[in-house]
């Protein structure tokens, strides 16, 4: 059975680097047929897409945060990561990792990490 | 601010059919697929409906989806308390080059 678990600090300092990882079990992260990616849902809102990697590791990024976010996959471990630079309160939320096929179904999701901007 | 709008809430009584629209435009909903995801309290999305209007192995058919233009549609019938939940539309933006969710929709059993 799939599961994925994020791990990563629940705190963050402001204009400091956000860092996650997402532990895959029960499947191969090198997988051709799913994407993974990261979703963030601040309190109280709606998901918001960050970006995904294939097991190649190409990526893709939401536009506005492309300058800021770098996702990276170790198929070795079976795990990918993700790095928020430059963080500000407005990033805080529970970021979820999750498993996606190319049109954008999501099928499978972390339980999520809940991080906080704060000083 | 999302590019897929819902309404924010919607309620019936128990056994009966509610159902949450979702709008976009062509250069998402028009020409790409939709999922619908259910959220209960405090836990992760969990996908309902895929390619528009398919249900994932353990999903009942109590679940629909449909797709009309650039709008979306899922359909709930025989409403049980354990549907209280925020539901959420998601497709492929191609002018925004992203994939998107909607605003959400908090489904209440009267």
């Known amino acids: 059975q799939l599961q994925l678990q994020e791990s990563g600090p629940g705190l963050v300092k402001p204009s400091e680097t956000l860092s996650l990882t997402c532990t895959v079990s029960g499947d191969s992260i090198s997988s051709r047929t799913y994407y993974w990616g990261w979703v963030r849902q601040p309190p109280g809102k709606g998901p918001e897409w960050v970006g995904s990697?294939?097991?190649?590791?190409?990526?893709y990024y939401y536009p506005s945060l492309k300058s800021r976010v770098t996702i990276s996959i170790d198929t070795s471990k079976n795990q990918f990561s993700l790095e928020l630079t430059s963080v500000t309160a407005a990033d805080t939320a529970v970021y979820y990792c999750?498993?996606?096929?190319?049109?954008?179904?999501?099928?499978?999701w972390g339980q999520g990490n809940l991080v906080t901007v704060s000083s | 601010q999302s590019v897929l709008t819902q309404p924010p809430s919607v309620s019936a009584a128990p056994g009966q059919k509610v159902t949450v629209s979702c709008s976009g435009s062509?250069?998402?909903?028009?020409?790409?697929?939709v999922s619908w995801y259910q959220q209960l309290p405090g836990t992760a999305p969990k996908l309902l409906i895929y390619d528009n209007n398919k249900r994932p192995s353990g999903i009942p058919d109590r679940f629909s989806g449909s797709k009309s233009g650039t709008s979306a549609t899922l359909g709930i019938t025989g409403l049980q308390t354990g549907d209280e939940a925020d539901y959420y539309c998601a497709t492929w933006d191609s002018s925004l080059s992203a994939h998107v969710f909607g605003t959400g929709t908090k489904v209440t059993v009267l």
């Open positions: 062509s250069s998402n909903i028009g020409n790409n697929y």
């Open positions: 990697i294939y097991y190649t590791g190409s990526t």
């Open positions: 999750a498993r996606h096929k190319t049109n954008g179904d999501w099928v499978a």
